[in-house]
């Protein structure tokens, strides 16, 4: 079963989400601050965390800022509605994916499941095993581990996904559409910023080649591309 940390001031809000993802499956904790919900997320009790902005003694950001020093513990942010800069903070410092309040209990639900499958690698699995190297980037599906000429670089579940799905098709063009549904698991809505915001951070932990051309080329309006040289 899997572990599911609650980092949200809202008790009412915590004791509802509980109760539903329970019944869905899920083992649920929660805490009621943020310097108390980093100290638990740390433990490594937790297979995931859903974490406020809005909270007492350290504000999410902040959090999450501390938990990436330490941890790839996979996080989705919930942030209030319309508030655009708050979902576009939470992705750059490495949330996985965000919810806007108030939201729907079997949305969040779909999107832990989402991001859960994504990091979950099966034994014996052998596309799970087998290493991409190209252009100077090693992945390792089974460790989760990746690197860029022998930095290893320290990417979140999407971005990992993201890397991976972009070097399967390298010098082609692969369209936002399929990336937002092969990894995020969603359609791509025309408002939602988050892919290309995962790109961006992804993009930012490769860096340019010592050349100086880019490894990740925007297609407007189409999708991306990783370049080859």
Do not use: W
């Amino acid at each position: 079963m899997d572990k599911i940390l609650i980092i949200d001031d809202d008790e009412e809000l915590c004791e509802l989400v509980s109760e539903y993802l329970t019944v869905e499956g899920f083992d649920i904790s929660s805490v009621n601050d943020g310097a108390s919900g980093l100290a638990a997320a740390l433990t490594g009790d937790y297979d995931m965390v859903i974490l406020d902005v809005m909270l007492p003694k350290m504000n999410g950001f902040d959090v999450l800022r501390n938990l990436r020093e330490q941890s790839k513990l996979p996080v989705i942010m919930l942030t209030a509605r319309g508030d655009d800069m708050e979902r576009i903070v939470g992705l750059e410092i490495g949330a996985d994916d965000y919810l806007p309040k108030p939201f729907n209990p079997r949305e969040l639900a779909a999107r832990l499941r989402a991001i859960l499958r994504r990091t979950a690698v099966e034994e014996g699995d052998a596309e799970a095993s087998e290493k991409l190297d190209i252009d100077g980037i090693q992945i390792s599906p089974a460790s989760r581990i990746a690197t860029c000429d022998g930095r290893e670089l320290n990417l979140t579940s999407v971005e990992f996904e993201l890397l991976m799905e972009l070097l399967k098709e390298a010098g082609k063009i692969v369209k936002k559409e399929d990336l937002s549904e092969n990894v995020l698991e969603r359609k791509l809505s025309p408002y939602d910023r988050s892919l290309d915001m995962h790109i961006s951070n992804l993009r930012k932990k490769l860096g340019e080649r010592a050349d100086g051309t880019e490894r990740i080329k925007t297609i407007r309006s189409v999708g991306y591309i990783y370049t080859l040289v």
